[in-house]
């Protein structure tokens, strides 16, 4: 079974100090959508190495050291995160939230990530021979000539979620008439958890 994650930005400022929704919304028809609007995710696409960093979710190497242990919710949430958290009730897990600040200097260290999966003949011999990383793996199969292997390679999962981020803040932080600069990095967070 898959595992997916929601993530929800969060932001405060210094004139209005509590937790304020940072997503984009956008006006749709869809019955599905609150009050006529559907929220874009700063990211939706399923990424075990993301996931991994995150939160140590899909981690089958047992070996990758997460940006932060899973915090739960935070006790300051957004109406608006804590209804859609709510919603989700026994079926989201791993809750956490992160700043940008800590997902920066996580990403600072130059981690690693470790992988470990069953690689087919051709795949064994790239690795083993041409140290060649592979793309693809599995974690279960029947078929002959498939062994476990394992490898590391520099983590840039977060990279893209840091940018996305940092451009969100930008544009929060010049909409509430005050300049964004590393000091707002506290002040702008995700809040998500999985579903399997």
Not at 69 to 76: A, F, N, Q, R, V
Request: charged content about 30%.
């Amino acid at each position: 079974m898959g595992c997916d994650i929601h993530i929800y930005v969060e932001y405060k400022t210094r004139i209005k100090d509590s937790w304020n929704i940072g997503d984009y919304f956008i006006k749709t028809e869809n019955f599905d959508s609150k009050n006529g609007f559907e929220r874009i995710e700063i990211h939706g696409n399923r990424d075990y190495s993301l996931f991994t960093t995150l939160a140590g979710v899909r981690d089958y190497s047992g070996r990758v050291v997460p940006v932060a242990e899973p915090k739960g919710l935070p006790s300051d949430l957004s109406a608006f995160v804590k209804s859609e958290a709510i919603s989700y009730d026994s079926d989201g897990h791993t809750h956490s939230w992160l700043t940008l600040k800590e997902l920066k200097q996580y990403q600072s260290t130059e981690p690693t990530i470790s992988y470990s999966g069953l690689l087919s003949k051709d795949q064994q011999r790239s690795l083993d021979k041409y140290g060649i990383l592979p793309n693809s793996w599995c974690q279960g199969t029947n078929q002959e000539g498939y062994e476990r292997r394992e490898w590391s390679e520099n983590n840039e999962s977060l990279i893209p979620l840091i940018e996305k981020l940092e451009q969100r803040a930008k544009e929060l932080f010049s909409s509430s008439c005050e300049r964004y600069d590393s000091s707002c990095e506290s002040n702008i967070r995700i809040v998500f958890w999985f579903d399997n």
